[in-house]
């Protein structure tokens, strides 16, 4: 081989070197389609995948992340990592880079760089999802993208008894929307919570769990109104949850009162194992 050819080589192989960046991303989703890029249309995957083709004249930088948000979900703790090509660009430099070609409606809260071996999607060992719903009579402007709306009577004590329910190993079928791609819906929810925010005249609601299915959290939700209401018993989530049927729970709470709350990389603290207490 000529020195011409072993130049070349080693050319090639210093410019596929890429640094592996994780990053926490908070947003605001009443303006995006989603987490997924989609054609013609404002994601959060597109858009980051923009500014990274810019900062690397060009060059296509696949974003992953750790799971996908729908239209009007929003986030406080969604996980992202790329491959950054070319040189090494420390955290610190990278978002502030990053977060100063960001939109308004979007930021990057950390960043560090990782092993190869880390995955936004598939390290994860738990995620944190959290709900809020508006109980005033009217709907709120101001709060109208970024809290569900149920302006009927609730029992808070009802909510919060059902919510046990749900926590330990099961077939969530009956709470999976159709589109969803995948078969095992078998989770383990280990953390639900429902709290009254007085000052706000809101019910919270935050599951944790080793993951969630299509529209899970929300329907979730509707099904645990419907029993702090008074149209469902207290316990027949239990019900629900053996039939394995989408149709026992019909309705689905607004996207616009869902956010990503955290994602867990190492096991979930014990204190939201409440699983392990029943």
Avoid at 183 to 203: A, H, L, P, S, T
Wanted: charged share 25%; glycine share 6%; with cysteine.
């Amino acid at each position: 081989m000529t020195n011409s050819s072993n130049k070349d080589s080693k050319n090639k192989q210093e410019q596929v070197q890429t640094t592996r960046y994780k990053l926490k991303l908070t947003y605001d989703g009443h303006l995006f389609h989603g987490f997924q890029s989609q054609p013609n249309q404002r994601t959060i995957q597109g858009t980051v995948e923009e500014i990274l083709k810019r900062m690397t004249k060009g060059k296509e930088v696949t974003v992953y992340g750790s799971g996908r948000t729908d239209a009007g979900v929003h986030s406080v703790g969604q996980v992202i990592h790329f491959d950054y090509p070319g040189n090494k660009i420390p955290p610190q430099n990278m978002i502030k880079a990053l977060n100063s070609q960001l939109p308004m409606d979007m930021v990057f809260t950390e960043c560090q760089i990782v092993d190869q071996d880390f995955h936004a999607r598939f390290s994860v060992k738990g995620k944190w999802y959290r709900y809020r719903v508006s109980l005033d009579r009217f709907v709120n402007p101001f709060k109208r993208f970024y809290t569900g709306h149920y302006p009927y009577k609730v029992d808070l004590q009802r909510m919060q008894e059902a919510a046990k329910d749900l926590l330990g190993r099961h077939d969530f079928t009956s709470f999976a929307a159709s589109g969803g791609q995948i078969e095992d819906k078998v989770r383990d929810m280990y953390y639900v919570n429902v709290q009254y925010d007085e000052k706000e005249n809101e019910i919270i609601f935050d599951f944790i769990a080793t993951g969630f299915l299509y529209n899970m959290v929300r329907i979730l939700v509707a099904a645990l109104l419907e029993i702090g209401n008074g149209r469902r018993p207290v316990h027949d989530l239990v019900r629900v949850i053996a039939a394995k049927n989408r149709l026992e729970v019909q309705q689905t709470a607004q996207a616009s009162g869902l956010y990503l709350y955290h994602v867990f990389y190492d096991e979930v603290p014990r204190k939201y194992r409440l699983d392990l207490d029943f």
